[in-house]
């Protein structure tokens, strides 16, 4: 079931107002990466799409390698929880 972007902030966000921090990107890049590949499932044609798809995953990537050098325990708990 997708969830709304309301919910995964709500979820992974370290304090009140957080809006920006590693986890909440990883968890909204993550729900947008499923999106996509839904869509280009029906869709195998739209390149710009894909390419889409590409740099976030890319960018989720690169969260994910600086969150694992600051804090492997998060890490690992976010990679569970997404099942990335």
């Known amino acids: 079931m997708p969830r709304t972007k ?3 902030i709500q979820q992974y966000r370290r304090h009140e107002k957080d809006v920006g921090s590693p ?3 990883i968890a909204l ?4 990466i499923l999106n996509l ?3 280009l499932k029906k869709n195998p044609k739209d390149f710009s ?3 889409g798809l ?3 995953v890319v960018k989720r990537r690169k969260l994910l390698k600086y969150l694992e050098k ?3 325990e998060t890490y690992k708990k976010i990679k569970r929880e997404l099942k990335i």
């Open 70 to 72: 600051k804090s492997l």
């Open 49 to 51: 799409s894909k390419r």
């Open 37 to 39: 590949t839904q869509h």
């Open 54 to 56: 590409i740099l976030k």
């Open 29 to 32: 890049l993550t729900e947008e």
């Open 6 to 8: 309301q919910e995964n």
């Open 23 to 25: 986890e909440v990107q």
